[in-house]
Each structure stands twice: as C-alpha cells, then as structure tokens.
C-alpha cells in the first residue's frame, strides 16, 4: 500500500463536524468545493471568507511534484533543517523522457542521459520521507489518481494538471516549488478564496461522445480565461453517469480554460475505481461520509444561488469535439468539422495521430480507441498516418498489454511510446521532410499552442478524444466525420466505422508486475543525497544570508526595467530548463530579457565599476564580488506569469537586496518575500522617473521595518544632489521574520533546529 490510509481515516473523521461549523459560519447550504475548502482551514475555520477576494490559509493533504519542478523545489527543502517531509509526498519521473523510437529505446536513452538527476530525486527523496516514482513508472497525474487521489481531499502539485485528481473529488491545484516546499515543511498554503463555477450536466453521454468532449465544449463556452480564480464544479445526474477516470480528463483539462481546478462529488463510479485500484478501504470510508463528500442538496436543486456561474450541458445532445488549432478554446463539433478545415484552410491531411498521455490514457480511453483500431483489420483497412500510443502509467501499460490491446494497435502500426509526457511536453524527435511545411497532426492530449508538441509553427495542433483520434489514424483526414463518413476498404468497398465500445474498469482486474515505485526509508537520516559538485545540472543550496540588522545602503542600481517584466524576462525558460536545479548556472539568465529603460536594450546594463555597458548576470556579479548589493527597479505588474520561484531566487543569490516597482504580480512578490528579498512599491509612481542610471542608492528605515509602515530610498546622483521616495511594502509580521531570517527556510530551519 501506497497510500496514507490514517491520513484518509483522521481526515473523515473530521470532516463532519468541520462541514457543520463551515454551515454554520456561512449559514447556508454548502456546494462540494466549500465543504472540502473549509474542511482544510490551517486553523480551524472561525469565520468566513469572501470568494475571489480573501486569502485563506490552508493545509493541503500532500504533495506531489514532477521531475522538472522537484529539483529546485527539493534543494531549497533540503535547506530547511526538517528530518521528514510535513506531509505525503511523492515524485514523478515523467517530463524528462524524450519521445524518439519507442518505450523501452528511449527510456534507456532517458535514464542514461539524465541519470545524475534521477539519482537525485531517488535519494533526496529517500532521506526525507517521500515516495519516489522511477522513469518509465508513469505521468503524475495517472499515478496519483491510480494511487493517492481520494474524494474530499485536498494537495498541491507542482504542475499545472494537478487538477486531474479531481476525477477522485479532490481539491487538487497546480503550483510553483517554493509553495510545495512551504506545505512539505508544514507551513500554511495561501490561496485566495476561489470563485465558483457550477456545470450541471444532464442527460448521457452515447456512441462517439465521451468524457473529453464535455470538457472541450466547456473550453468553448468559456474560453482559456473564463475559469480564472474559479473552482469549477460539476453536478447533476449527467455528472454520476461518466466513469472516475473520465470526470479526471474533464478536470485535467480544467487548465486549459484557467480554472483553479475542477472537481466531481463523490459517487458509485469513484468508489468502483478506488476497489478496482486497490482501495476498498478508501471506499468504505468515503462510503461512511458520503453527504460530505457531495454539494448539498440544495444546492443542486438551485445551483445559480450557490455558485458564481452556472452553465448546463445536455449530455444527450453533445457531439465530439475537435479543439484547435493553437488553442484548445477553438471548439468545433465534429459534424462542423469538414466545413471548418475548408473555411480556415487547416491542413486535410493528418500526418500523425497521438494518443494518451495525462489526459486520456486510461482503461476505458484505451480499450474504446482499440475497438477502433481492431476494425481496420476485421474491415480491410490501413492507418493513413502515423499513430502513437502513450500509456499513462506502467499498471495501465502492463493491463491493457495483459488484454491485447498493445497488440491491437501494432497490428496498425501503432508505436507504444515510453509511460511518460513525451509529444505532450515537446519531448519528441519527430522526423519532418521540410519543417515549415504546414502539417496538421490531432492528439488526445490537453495542450495545442504553437509549438508545444513537436517544436514547430508550422504545426498545427488538434485535441480530441482517443476514440476520434484513432478514427482519423485510419482516415487520415480532419474533415472525416466517423459518425458519418464511410471509407473505401482495400477491396474497393465502402465501409464504415462503428462506434466505440470499451469498458470502465478492467474486466479481469488492473494487473503490473514492476509498477516503479520506491519507497523512502524508514529512517533516512543516514542517506546520502548524490550531487557532484562538478555537475552542471544540480546544485546544493546555500542558506541565503540573513539581514545585517542595520539599514541597506551604498547600493547600485542593476537595471531600471521598462514595461512588461515577467517571470520569463526575469527567467527565461528554453535552454535555460535544463539548469532548473543549478541556482549559479540557471542565474545566467537573470533578467536578460528586461529592457533597460536607459537604453531601450536587453540585457546591457551600465557597470558603475567600470563605466562600461555588459550583459545584467556578469554585472552584478561583479558587483557581488565587490561585496556591493544592488536594486532592481521595475514597473507594474512585476513577476507576472508562471509561480517558478527561480525568478526570486538568482537575484537573491546574486545579491540584489531590492526589487522597487510600481506594482506586482501576487505570487512573484511572495517568492521575493519567501527568499529574504526586499519587494517594494513607489509610494508614488512618478516616483519611477526619479531613479537615475548612476544612482548610489541607500533604503533607510529597514531597522524599524513594521506592518504599515513606508521606508524611504534615498537616491544619491552623480551630479551631488539626492531625492528621497517614500517606498510602501505589504510585509505582514511573519513575512518581517523570514526577511530578517534572510529567507523562510532560514526561519524553519531555526525552529527545527531549537
Ligand atoms: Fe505530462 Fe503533458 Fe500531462 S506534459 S503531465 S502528459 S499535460
């Protein structure tokens, strides 16, 4: 067992009264969302919160994280001082895996190439208690809905798919390695209190449709925006009468229109799925408090009072959908589908046709789309592109092989790709005659931006089901419409494909020989973490120095950044992932992608030790070797983008001491605060204009930093004269305690060391 059965066990038997008091705090029926959200109050609930407005502490039930975000997110835990994670962790070999001949071929290629940092992940992991799933073990989001997943729990995910546990009626929401640090060292998880969307589904689903087409209609209403700050809970008899495994590709899915996450109550279908993966417990337990585990009665009965947004779909009228190209908002029903390519001019022809990942590679995607693919052979037909098969975990792998499924798509030639993200993530060699070609290949993965798959522009990207995209396989074509269309066969005759037909849950049980897991020791204080100091891709972190204790002056100004500055102008991603968990290597691209408002360039900065322009990385590092710390002044929205917490920490390690900025974006100004940065705004944004390229730059009132209270920066110009500007922060007392600490680990790690 891999799960924390006395985890489950405390948290129902908890929840009944921790339902009643969020009741009767908010004096009201509850929706499903409010009951698990209240139920995970860090403190107990003692009032109420307002949606899309009040941030709320929270304590999530576990982490988990994927082997691009684990490095940095596990380095700055191993800084912390505790002995055990806080809470059931778990890692995921997953996105580092490269799709090029086939499963077991590039799992060695993968293993090999980044071996130095699997051992890593294996043995960090194995010292502080977290659970270690090998390359070739399977995506995140299958593993832990396979595994840890269970209804009316709450984790965090270090991966915006996080919310696929949903399918299990979890609160389950993707974020940056600093916050999956902060739960795994057992602080509060901060999280503004989330609207919420109510989706009442009727009706049932038939034929063609299946799970993924509620979600790609639902991309359509409400566009990759729509679900922004919101929780999206789906409800009504429609909602009961898909699989568990099909509600988790609607709310993996629920990233794609910006949700939060997306969540199902508890049903007959989820408790099928916890017995057939090896949960009866769960089951049986969820069982005992079921009321809790679903929205209140009548809440259904009139969702538009309970819920932010209500929209209803009718499962008896819903078609397949085809999303894209480059988005996955662009939603087409299939019957529109002929029409749209001719209309857009969309590539015909399907060049290759991909099927699984995170997304749709469970047992019922899988043995519907083979009932797809066994017809070519029984009705004398051959694939007309190329077809991909990517299971989503190794017990999924190991079953549907069991079963004969594999062998059903061989024999059309499917190739069976490693149990990993692949073509999903960009990992995938794929073989182009002339790369800017236009080309159209459909997948029954989430994401379809430019790019994403294969790398190139040229491409254009469709999402479908697994079930479609087999049918177009055999077709060959976007404008095939398999409800409709017939082909002709080898032997000249017209022929058509009947509609699928799988099953929800293995008949004869979900079976794996080496399902890839490895459990930490029992006592890991003893284990050794393996980095080589020589190595380019790993780095062991360094304690951020805490504060001096007086006020910060004789500081130089490194750049004065103009316009937009995101997390990507801060930190560029590309080439720069492979140096995710090496802090010194990854800060050679600290802020070349902000333009410097005294020159209009990137990355040139004025040196005020030499008077000489040069790259911003090599600037400050020269002022770091003088023992000089430096100011980073911006403009509005500051940090904002992705949550990656390496935007606040190069600065950090290469000693800038503030960022002053007209405004921030949320997140990036907490993972300033969590690693001991300075993080303030003009008082006055004209203020801006004041700060000179020469500037010697003093912030005074440092020793009497209190909530509320401005600090002044004192801008010394070359030509003798000064300006002082009052500068506001949004420090809270114990964000003041990480500052002086130099960084929220230091502070842990105090405590855990008294
Ligand atoms: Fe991996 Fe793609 Fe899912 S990158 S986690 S398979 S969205």
Redesign the pocket.
Same mark, same amino acid.
Request: glycine share 4%; net charge negative.
């Given at each position: 067992m891999v799960f924390d059965l006395d985890l489950i066990k405390k948290l129902y038997s908890e929840l009944p009264a921790k339902v009643a008091n969020a009741r009767k705090l908010l004096n009201r029926p509850l929706t499903m969302a409010e009951k698990i959200l209240y139920a995970h109050s860090f403190t107990p609930a003692a009032r109420t919160y307002e949606r899309g407005k009040d941030y709320v502490d929270f304590a999530p039930d576990r982490v988990a994280m994927?082997d691009a975000t684990a490095q940095m997110a596990l380095l700055q835990f191993d800084t912390c001082g505790r002995k055990q994670v806080a809470v059931p962790s778990t890692v995921h070999c *997953? $996105?580092l895996i490269q799709a090029k001949v086939g499963a077991k071929q590039d799992l060695d290629t993968a293993i090999d190439t980044n071996r130095e940092v699997y051992d890593f992940l294996a043995s960090i992991s194995n010292k502080y208690g977290i659970g270690f799933w090998k390359p070739g073990a399977g995506?995140? $989001?299958q593993v832990v809905l396979e595994n840890y997943a269970f209804p009316g729990g709450m984790m965090i995910g270090t *991966? !915006? $798919?996080t919310p696929n546990a949903g399918g299990l009626g979890m609160i389950a929401i993707g974020v940056g390695g600093a916050d999956a640090v902060d739960v795994m060292a057992g602080l509060p998880w901060e999280l503004k209190m989330p609207k919420l969307i109510g989706i009442k589904l009727t009706g049932k689903m038939s034929g063609w449709t299946s799970a993924k087409d509620v979600i790609l209609k639902v991309a359509g209403i409400l566009t990759v925006k729509g679900g922004t700050g919101a929780i999206v809970e789906y409800f009504g008899e429609g909602a009961d009468s898909i699989s568990c495994t099909g509600k988790a590709t609607i709310c /993996?899915m629920g990233a794609e229109i910006g949700a939060t996450c997306s969540l199902f109550a508890y049903d007959e279908r989820m408790a099928g799925y916890l017995k057939a993966t090896g949960r009866e417990e769960v089951a049986a337990l969820a069982d005992g408090v079921r009321e809790h585990l679903r929205p209140d009665t009548e809440v259904e009965a009139t969702p538009a009072k309970y819920y932010d947004q209500v929209i209803e779909i009718n499962l008896d009228e819903l078609e397949p959908h085809v999303n894209g190209p480059f988005t996955p908002d662009l939603a087409t029903p299939i019957s529109k589908m002929a029409e749209a390519v001719a209309a857009n001019g969309w590539p015909d022809a399907v060049e290759v046709a991909l099927i699984g !990942? @995170?997304?749709n590679s469970s047992y019922e995607d899988i043995s519907r789309s083979a009932s797809i693919a066994a017809q070519a052979k029984t009705k004398g037909l051959k694939t007309s592109s190329e077809f991909t098969v990517?299971p989503g975990s190794e017990l999924v792998r190991y079953t549907i092989e069991k079963d004969g499924y594999l062998n059903t798509f061989d024999e059309i030639g499917g190739v069976v790709l490693a149990n990993? @993200?692949?073509p @999903?993530?960009g990992q995938w060699a794929r073989h182009m005659d002339d790369p800017s070609r236009k080309n159209t290949i459909v997948t029954s993965? /989430?994401?379809n931006f430019a790019k994403r798959n294969d790398g190139l522009a040229s491409t254009h990207a469709f999402v479908a089901s697994p079930e479609i995209v087999t049918a177009y396989a055999i077709a060959g074509r976007l404008s095939f419409n398999p409800l409709k269309d017939k082909l002709i066969n080898e032997k000249g005759e017209e022929v058509m494909l009947d509609e699928p037909k799988g099953f929800e849950l293995p008949p004869r049980g979900f079976s794996v020989e080496d399902p890839g897991y490895q459990a930490p020791a029992e006592d890991g204080s003893g284990v050794q973490v393996v980095v080589s100091p020589e190595s380019s891709r790993l780095q062991l972190l360094e304690p951020f120095p805490a504060w001096e204790g007086t006020d910060i002056n004789n500081l130089r100004l490194l750049i004065k950044a103009k316009g937009k500055c995101t997390t990507d102008h801060i930190s560029m991603a590309g080439p720069w992932l492979k140096f995710r968990g090496h802090l010194d290597n990854i800060s050679n691209n600290m802020l070349i992608g902000a333009v410097n408002f005294f020159n209009g360039q990137t990355d040139s900065v004025k040196n005020q030790l030499t008077g000489e322009y040069g790259p911003v990385p090599a600037t400050q590092r020269q002022y770091k070797a003088a023992g000089i710390g430096a100011v980073v002044v911006g403009d509005e929205n500051y940090g904002e983008g992705s949550s990656r917490e390496h935007a606040a920490m190069e600065p950090r390690h290469l000693g800038v001491r503030a960022i002053v900025v007209k405004s921030f974006a949320r997140i990036h100004e907490t993972n300033l605060k969590k690693q001991g940065m300075l993080a303030l705004t003009f008082a006055n944004k004209e203020d801006y204009d004041k700060v000179l390229e020469d500037d010697v730059i003093d912030i005074v009132g440092v020793t009497e930093l209190a909530p509320g209270h401005q600090l002044t920066m004192v801008l010394k110009h070359q030509d003798g004269t000064q300006d002082k500007i009052k500068l506001n922060h949004t420090y809270n007392q114990q964000q003041i305690e990480w500052f002086k600490a130099g960084s929220a680990l230091n502070l842990i790690r105090k405590q855990f060391a008294s």
């Open positions: 994927q *997953d $996105h995506i995140i $989001h *991966d !915006s $798919h /993996n !990942s @995170c997304t990517t990993a @993200c692949g @999903c993530i993965f /989430n994401r």
